[in-house]
């Protein structure tokens, strides 16, 4: 119940206040590191936070309902990715509308939910055209972040030099279950929980179907360097105590982790095929947030590809 008054105070009180004091930042590379709101147009701001100098410029895009400070999280004393890259070129992150911040409600300015993948696109090209970040861009995604950076390869092509999809969500893990299962999936997936939604109704959801169906009417992507990261830890042993904590709704089946297992093994080597000599790496000894477990072979990742940017390559080395 305190934790229920507590984030209704914030939805009340904070969420208006950010509203009113974040000043909207146009030009926003002209002025070195900074954080703050940028007017997209349509009477919308966006949160966008940078550090660094050189060129390509990373931009770092979060997985479902993360917003961008979850690039400066990691495990224990591990480094964090967004301060790393930002040590060696360039760095940008974006809260999309609906993604908290701990308890606190997004900075960016609510939209209509669900969203899909085009949706996010869209409003992650006005805010970089908005806060004059040029590219070329080294675009990172983590999860469903993979799809977004996707789409923006394939529908802006000379912007973007290079991609790190990190444990990224695809339209190769719905081809690779039965109807039946993607139905469990798509439901967790989607994030129609009711109590949250209660909590924060403009709580970020997403249009899982709508957003696959994108990605596979994209045109297909140009050579470039790109590096896969693939998580190694099982989820099918999870399961079941996940169903006993109240983490999964109870009618999900306990051995459908193994069956997500094994679907994502064959996405990701999917996604491993997209360009020539693309790098995947699957011993990552992490789950799914890679960029929090094992910040340090995002930030390697992110380098490699950088480099290769800088250096003229269209491929990997091998």
């Known amino acids: 119940m305190k934790r229920l008054s507590r984030l209704r105070v914030l939805l009340i009180v904070v969420l208006p206040l950010v509203y009113s004091?974040?000043?909207?930042?146009?030009?926003?590379?002209?002025?070195?590191?900074?954080?703050?709101?940028?007017?997209?147009g349509s009477g919308r701001k966006m949160y966008l936070k940078c550090s660094g100098h050189?060129?390509?410029?990373?931009?770092?895009?979060?997985g479902f309902?993360?917003?961008?400070?979850?690039?400066?999280?990691s495990?224990?004393?591990?480094?964090?990715?967004?301060?790393d890259v930002g040590k060696f070129t360039r760095v940008c992150a974006c809260d999309r509308p609906g993604t908290p911040v701990g308890e606190k409600p997004s900075r960016s300015d609510p939209v209509p939910q669900p969203t899909t993948a085009k949706d996010a696109l869209a409003d992650l090209h006005g805010l970089l055209t908005a806060a004059g970040e040029a590219g070329p861009y080294v675009l990172v995604g983590h999860s469903y972040g993979g799809l977004i950076v996707r789409l923006y390869a394939?529908?802006?092509?000379k912007d973007v030099s290079g991609l790190v999809l990190v444990d990224a969500l695809s339209e190769g893990l719905r081809d690779a279950e039965t109807p039946q299962q993607w139905a469990i999936q798509r439901k967790l997936v989607q994030g129609d929980d009711p109590e949250s939604l209660a909590l924060y109704p403009a709580l970020e959801r997403i249009d899982v179907d709508s957003s696959c169906d994108q990605?596979?009417?994209?045109?297909?992507?140009?050579?470039?360097?790109m590096v896969v990261l693939s998580a190694d830890h099982p989820w099918g042993p999870q399961v079941k105590a996940m169903i006993a904590a109240g983490k999964l709704p109870a009618e999900v089946?306990?051995?459908?982790?193994?069956?997500?297992?094994?679907?994502?093994?064959k996405a990701q080597?999917?996604?491993?095929?997209?360009?020539?000599?693309?790098?995947?790496?699957?011993?990552?000894?992490?789950?799914?947030?890679?960029?929090?477990?094992?910040?340090?072979l995002v930030i390697d990742a992110i380098r490699e590809v950088v480099e290769a940017v800088r250096s003229g390559r269209r491929e990997l080395a091998r």
């Open 21 to 40: 004091l974040g000043v909207a930042v146009g030009h926003a590379a002209e002025s070195g590191n900074f954080a703050g709101l940028v007017d997209i």
């Open 269 to 296: 080597e999917r996604l491993a095929k997209l360009v020539p000599n693309e790098k995947h790496v699957t011993k990552t000894n992490s789950g799914h947030e890679i960029h929090k477990e094992q910040p340090q």
């Open 75 to 83: 495990d224990k004393s591990k480094p964090t990715v967004f301060a």
């Open 54 to 62: 050189g060129s390509p410029v990373v931009i770092l895009v979060g």
């Open 65 to 73: 309902r993360a917003s961008a400070d979850d690039w400066s999280i």
């Open 215 to 225: 990605i596979r009417a994209a045109p297909a992507l140009h050579s470039m360097p």
């Open 253 to 265: 089946p306990p051995d459908y982790g193994y069956v997500v297992d094994a679907a994502q093994k």
């Open 154 to 157: 394939s529908t802006y092509p």
